[in-house]
Structures are given as structure tokens and as C-alpha cells.
């Protein structure tokens, strides 16, 4: 079945960066756009970026430009996501998901927390 | 930037009654494609995000038929006909923008059980 499998939670420092990956299985991992989606502890949901498996286009929200990098390995089927600079308020659940028209497809999540 | 701006936000309904979630869009969300990447999401308590509706009202696959989307351009609303225990979450819409490239989503709508 489709399914997106991320990595475990993560505890950084203020300062340092994380990196958290996203397997894919189940579907054509290059057809189609994969989203990094992230949730503050009882807040909504943000979107942060995205990379085309296929073609490694990335597009970026304005407020991570220079912070987050989106990459994919199309051998293992993972997409992988690196925060730099992180502070407390980058403490959140971070999502991948799949984009057929729509994020049909999430994983599981990842807790970031972000604590000195 | 497109910001969508959901009403209610927060839903107390009784079993069996219907409940409705509107979203409204700072701007239009036609795509230069003709088509409009309006969907609705819902976040079970301690769940990630699920798909519900795509394409303003296109039920996703395994989605209860009791889910209904419709609107058009800038208006959208997301209709629960019976509320069931399991519906109680947070339900999302959101929106792709072409140029420049971003995704959206409205503040989240709680729907509980009176």
C-alpha cells in the first residue's frame, strides 16, 4: 500500500540543525510532489516546502528561505529535509506528505523539540 | 499572499445532527488550469492530518459519503450530514497557489460532540 514512513523525534539545541527523512513506498516516488508540512504543540498546520522527486524542483515558504533545504534520494525512494538555526519555536511535529492534486498520502509524523 | 479564514472554530454538535464549516479565500483560487486545489482535511485527536475532499468536492478514496465539499471561488464549505463519534477532530481546508509556488491552510475548525 502507499505509505510515507519518517524518522524518529528528534531533541537539538538552540543553534543546531535537524534532519528528518521521509521514505516512500507503494506508488512512483518520482511522479509526484512530496510537502513538508509542520505543527506547533496545540496549534495549525504550516506549510514549510517541497521537492518534485522527479525533476528535484524545490519551492520554499517565504519565512524558511535560507533555513531549510529539501533533497531526495530517487535510489531509496527518501526525501529529506534540513532545518538550520533552530530555536524553540521550531519545536513541532513535522510532516511529509504526498501531493496527487491533493496531500493525500502523510506520515506518520516527527517531534522536533528544540530545548536547551 | 492567499489567506483562508474558516467559521466556525470551534463546533458543538449533537449526534446525528448535521454540521457545516465554511472557508473563505482573500482571493480567487482558480488555477491557471481551470481547476481549483481546494481541499479539506481532518486531524483526528493525536493523528496526523487526513484527506477528506479534494478539488472542492471530490470525496477521497475510503471517505464516508456522510462528507460533502462545494463552493466556488472564493467561498467553500466542507458539510458533515450526520455527525458520528469518530468525526470529533480538527478539520483543515486548504489551497495550492500557482505563482509563486505555496500551499495554504485555514486555522483548523474543532468539531466536538455535545
Not at chain 1, 537539538?12 to 510537502?35: D, E, M, N
Amino acid at each position: 500500500q502507499v505509505q510515507l514512513v519518517q524518522s524518529g523525534a528528534e531533541v537539538k539545541k538552540p543553534g543546531a540543525s535537524v534532519r528528518l527523512s521521509c521514505k516512500a513506498s507503494g506508488y512512483t516516488f518520482t511522479s509526484y510532489y512530496l510537502h513538508w508540512v509542520r505543527q506547533a504543540p496545540g496549534q495549525g498546520l504550516e506549510w514549510m516546502g517541497m521537492i518534485h522527486p522527479g525533476r528535484g524542483t524545490t519551492a520554499y515558504a517565504q519565512r524558511f528561505q535560507g533555513r531549510i533545504t529539501v533533497t531526495r534520494v530517487t535510489s531509496t525512494s527518501t526525501v529529506y529535509m534540513d532545518l538550520s538555526n533552530l530555536t524553540s519555536d521550531d519545536t513541532a511535529i513535522y510532516y511529509c506528505a504526498k501531493d496527487q492534486s491533493a496531500f493525500d498520502i502523510w506520515g506518520q509524523g516527527a517531534m522536533v523539540t528544540v530545548s536547551s | 499572499e492567499i489567506v483562508l479564514t474558516q467559521t466556525p472554530l470551534s463546533s458543538p454538535v449533537t449526534l446525528g445532527q448535521p454540521a457545516s464549516i465554511s472557508c473563505r479565500s482573500s482571493q480567487s483560487l482558480v488555477h491557471s488550469d481551470g481547476n481549483t486545489y481546494l481541499s479539506w482535511l481532518q486531524q483526528r485527536p493525536g493523528q496526523p492530518p487526513r484527506l477528506l475532499i479534494y478539488k472542492i468536492s471530490n470525496r477521497f478514496s475510503g471517505v464516508p459519503d456522510r462528507f460533502s465539499g462545494s463552493g466556488a471561488g472564493t467561498d467553500f464549505t466542507l458539510k458533515i450530514s450526520r455527525v458520528e463519534a469518530e468525526d470529533v477532530g480538527i478539520y483543515y481546508c486548504m489551497q495550492a497557489t500557482q505563482f509563486p509556488p505555496t500551499w495554504t491552510f485555514g486555522q483548523g475548525t474543532r468539531v466536538e460532540i455535545k
